[in-house]
Nanobody, 114 residues
Framework: QVQLVESGGGLVQPGGSLKLPCVAPGITFRLYNMGWYRQAPSKQRYLVARITSGGSTIYDDAVKGRFTISGDNAKNTVYLQMNSLKPEDTAVYYC????????WGQGTQVTVSS
């Protein structure tokens, strides 16, 4: 069973930055579409950013221009660089690897507050 591992979450002030790595052991990383989702309390989980196996990226409108997703095939790792953070970015952030199968991580908490 593949388990993705997210890290890098924490408490940050509004306007600050965080970089979330997600390690995906045991899969052929370059064949997967990698995504970052988030879920705030009492709300549904939704896609924040995705990078395809071909390197194309998409972003939710709420984070466009502030967040950047990138991948490192050699390290089996996908990153989410988050800049200009806002209180509404507070959520648990989850990593997903999707191809013929689908794997998730346990999530990492990001709290944006002064």
């Amino acid at each position: 069973q593949v388990q993705l591992v997210e890290s890098g979450g924490g408490l940050v002030q509004p306007g600050g930055s965080l970089k979330l790595p997600c390690v995906a052991p045991g899969i052929t990383f370059r064949l997967y579409n990698m995504g970052w989702y988030r879920q705030a309390p009492s709300k549904q989980r939704y896609l924040v950013a995705r990078i395809t196996s071909g390197g194309s990226t998409i972003y939710d409108d709420a984070v466009k221009g502030r967040f950047t997703i990138s991948g490192d095939n050699a390290k089996n790792t996908v990153y989410l660089q988050m800049n200009s953070l806002k209180p509404e970015d507070t959520a648990v952030y989850y990593c997903d690897a999707a191809s013929f199968d689908d794997y998730w991580g346990q999530g990492t908490q990001v709290t944006v507050s002064s």
